[in-house]
């Protein structure tokens, strides 16, 4: 057999990803280098401050703090952005992506934001942009919505995408515990990011959703025009009432298209899923998601979401496809004036509002122990044509109660004017608590 | 843009996944052909008897019963093997193969018997053999083992297979069906394959088993050499006493891979499987996967093993990877003596023997109800070091008793033997049932 080709690999960034990939190539090396046909060898390695301690030993030679050894370098095969953030990264990706080269990434802030550019530029310059570790971490769901499912149209994908809450709402369940204290040990344990509202607020899991939406449907949908809600409200009665009603708690993406309506809808928000869904026993910090296409039907994936290891596999599984790119024909380039033709699958697809959501609810609502209480709320509820579905009520000690009721099926309109209509009255408590329950068949 | 390459593709073979592939591009042919950047035409399609009604109509020009307008046609970019069988398909698909053509398969009984020559005839000639739908449905496990986890060795794969059994499973389990009524159903429901033995003894299951351990480790085994034993003798009281216990009863493949010992074990066996293990809640026809690699930890895909739509899901999916294939550059050819390369990753990896097994049992013994039955029993496993986790007794009417019992840990020779000398004793009516209890981390 002829001697195999040597491809280069360039790193930015040396973080947990970054030395993970570095491990795992050198751990699998063989094994992955029969599988390629190809060398492996990652030639340069560029870092903010050569001097911060890693686990990792750099040859010195591949060692530096100038990314122009990668992004600027013809020698360079794969350039691998793993520094994360949208500043120095978005110029280092726009720079390699401008010279035609292939870029992968595991950053889903800056997928998020700047994918359209980006994309477009790797089509323009006959480079590519890989992006599996940007998703659900270990989880294949971009090759898989991209290559194995390619027969297909989804109608349905939702999912568990953010492990850090996933273990919160997991421990909370299974240990009664409150939210503050589950929220102290994933910070001991690291789970947390140095931004928690990433993790906390859905933020993190937002971009995700973005991400498969624009892969699965060709559209670009900004991060505020979506419902974006995190966890930091739920108790342990929620799930404790959930759990009584054959529902779990999760912090879900929601992503459905409306083929006849010409329709998007794109959320990520904590749900009632009924425990017979695969995805309600998704538990901890693993991912999964589940898609419904025309063809194939329901699959689900489940795995780690984050994590050097999970994070890496899918990072060097990207460097794979790249290996079978450059071994290939190079890629077509795509004129700017052509780009129009990549608007074409998402053609005349709308975002549907948010505020047009139709669904079933949980509500809990915090009342005076009056009489007649659950008759006014039951009053208000109905002027905006809601009804009750169930209803569980809990005595506190202070003489005041909770009341936990779902609903039949309403919208996010007459919800909001219930929530205000209710903390208005005098026998309600604050603020009224609205979870939405998954329905994936409505 | 420049007009888009048109791709030939001739279909040897029309029944139920035949006419998905062409119902399905049709459907999706415009998203289908936008996402590929090629024009999907199927130019030819061969049965064996013209005359058979069937749901597609197939323009007269294209439809023939001679599959060397498949085969032998330099026209045909891409082969579609869909007829089934190890005859007439093994034949056609050797001589598309030695002429280098990409042959897509949803075979598997012939990749599992003659998987070793039909893979070294493509590479030798430039071509390509995929088999996405040979295993596991609509679900992408061949890519996901070949492509997204390509940088994992992979320590445990299990998982159900065959729908069909798992669907008679699911239905005894949920309604205390009997095994032959709820059979009685899926044959009415036309869920079980003309050779039920497929089916009911694993043999479909196997076949697959063995696709999955050479596309993991690069081996070929034969069917004989493995464990593969069927579902005709659960009953529902195994069922019943296994769910008590925590378990439920699922017909697994089990591949795992010692890499201290570079052994390789692959078997096919009902099991039972704690209710926490994500695939023990996969039910009905679903099919489900785990994969545990070094690198990226555990990832388990669920989804339609079977079926019209969900197979074809997996053939337009080889399509797809074959038209990117043949839009870029040509296949290297392998020749006969670098062959040997391709046993590489296999090197000195050695079948462990079936008979050295290891792991616990549950045992179900018919038993007189007579005083000091469950001494002798018990001695009786004693002798070959098997000792009692639990007990379970059931009376029945006619005086006579069953006893389900669960071991500790023991191995495949210690059971045999302890069956043996149990049917010989007096105490002992017929002969023992025994089924392996499935332990991954074991």
Redesign the interface.
């Known amino acids: 057999?002829s001697e195999k080709r040597i491809i280069r690999i360039g790193l930015l960034g040396f973080g947990v990803v970054g030395q993970g990939v570095w491990k795992?190539?050198e751990?699998?090396r063989q094994?992955?280098e029969?599988?390629?046909?190809a060398q492996l060898q990652i030639t340069e390695v560029v870092v903010r401050d050569m001097r911060k301690a890693r686990e990792v030993a750099v040859p010195e030679a591949a060692y530096s703090e100038d990314p122009s050894r990668v992004v600027d370098n013809p020698d360079i095969d794969i350039v691998c952005e793993l520094m994360g953030g949208t500043g120095l990264a978005l110029d280092l990706t726009r720079r390699a992506l401008r010279q035609g080269k292939i870029v992968v990434t595991a950053n889903k802030a800056l997928i998020c934001e700047h994918g359209e550019e980006l994309f477009a530029l790797a089509r323009q310059n006959g480079g590519h942009y890989f992006y599996?570790a940007s998703v659900a971490g270990?989880?294949?769901i971009i090759?898989?919505i991209r290559?194995?499912?390619?027969?297909?149209?989804f109608k349905l994908i939702f999912g568990i995408l953010n492990g850090t809450s996933n273990y919160i709402l997991t421990r909370m369940e299974r240990e009664g515990l409150s939210f503050d204290s589950t929220l102290g040990d994933a910070r001991k344990l690291g789970y947390v990011e140095a931004d928690e509202a990433l993790d906390l607020d859905g933020i993190d899991a937002a971009h995700k959703a973005v991400i498969l939406a624009y892969l699965a449907h060709g559209k670009w949908v900004k991060l505020d025009a979506i419902i974006c809600e995190g966890i930091r409200e739920i108790t342990g009665e929620d799930i404790e009432i959930a759990g009584q009603l054959g529902y779990k708690i999760k912090l879900l993406a929601v992503i459905v298209r409306d083929f006849e309506a010409n329709e998007l809808s794109v959320r990520l928000h904590p749900a009632l899923i009924s425990k017979k869904e695969?995805i309600a026993?998704?538990d901890e910090v693993y991912n999964g998601v589940s898609v419904t296409?025309?063809?194939?039907?329901?699959?689900?994936?489940?795995?780690?979401g984050a994590?050097q290891?999970?994070t890496?596999?899918?990072v060097?599984?990207d460097i794979?496809?790249a290996v079978f790119?450059l071994?290939?024909?190079p890629a077509?380039v795509?004129s700017e004036e052509?780009e129009a033709?990549y608007k074409?699958?998402a053609d005349g697809l709308v975002l549907a509002p948010k505020d047009q959501l139709v669904g079933r609810y949980y509500l809990r609502i915090h009342v005076k122990d009056e009489q007649g209480v659950l008759a006014k709320i039951s009053e208000i509820l109905a002027k905006q044509h809601i009804s009750f579905a169930t209803v569980n009520q809990k005595e506190l000690e202070d003489g005041t109660a909770k009341l936990m009721v779902t609903t039949h099926k309403t919208n996010e309109t007459a919800i909001r004017s219930v929530k205000a209509a209710l903390s208005a009255e005098n026998s309600v408590i604050g603020l009224p608590f609205s979870i939405r329950i998954f329905d994936p068949l409505q």
Chains 1, 2 share one sequence.
Do not use: C, H, W, Y
Not at 34 to 37: A, D, E, N, S, Y
Not at 147 to 153: D, K, P, T
């Open positions: 057999m795992n190539i751990n699998n094994a992955l029969f599988r390629l046909g599996e270990g989880i294949p090759k898989t290559e194995a499912l390619v027969a297909n149209r695969i026993g998704v296409g025309d063809v194939v039907g329901t699959t689900v994936l489940i795995g780690r994590g290891d999970a890496s596999s899918s060097i599984s794979a496809d790119m071994q290939g024909a077509p795509i052509d033709v074409q699958l």
